[in-house]
């Protein structure tokens, strides 16, 4: 990689998505996200559903070694796995996540931390940058896109409806 950034430096700064895809140099889909974070120095570890029952992801930073690990269970599909890992890294950058240094996360609702991290999540999957270039291409198709961007159709979806509700908000005051 073109930087010896860390985690650290960029929670620093509460690094946006569009933030650290450009400091990473990253331009087009799909966005590696499990890449980033080897990169950025978080472990991430894949275990078994049985050793986090419930747990759909977990953030923790270590009070010793101030190291930081994410698990997640490694029989979800790559979709899932794959926003997992942006949403904890959505807690990295803006979160203080308590003295226990652990976050459990089960279904992604219920406050504006979880808001703020399925945001993050988006928008490091799906960045508008690049959804502007290939969804005209790709006839807003959203399997096609989807597939492209390694995500689910659920968060494609959610996705091209922000980004139409974009263009048109630009027509609007352009047009
Ligand atoms: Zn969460």
Do not use: C
Request: aromatic share 8%; glycine share 6%; proline share 4%.
């Amino acid at each position: 990689m073109a930087t010896e950034l860390t985690w650290q430096d960029l929670r620093k700064r509460s690094a946006s998505p569009e933030e650290i895809l450009a400091l990473l140099q990253i331009t087009r889909p799909p966005v590696d996200v499990r890449q980033i974070l080897i990169d950025l120095g978080v472990e991430v570890e894949f275990v078994l559903q049985g050793d986090l029952p419930g747990v759909s992801g977990m953030l923790q930073i270590k009070r010793d070694t101030g190291k930081a690990i994410i698990k997640l269970p490694r029989k979800h599909v790559l979709g899932r796995q794959r926003f997992t890992l942006a949403h904890e890294l959505g807690h990295l950058m803006y979160h203080d996540i308590g003295d226990e240094g652990i976050h459990r996360d089960d279904t992604f609702t219920g406050n504006r931390m979880e808001v703020e991290a399925n945001e993050f999540a988006a928008e490091l999957l799906v960045p508008m940058s690049f959804l502007e270039r290939y969804a005209e291409p790709l006839k807003y198709d959203v399997d096609n896109l989807a597939s492209l961007f390694e995500v689910s159709t659920r968060t494609m979806e959610i996705r091209l409806e922000k980004f139409a509700t974009i263009a048109l908000g630009n027509e609007f005051l352009y047009g």
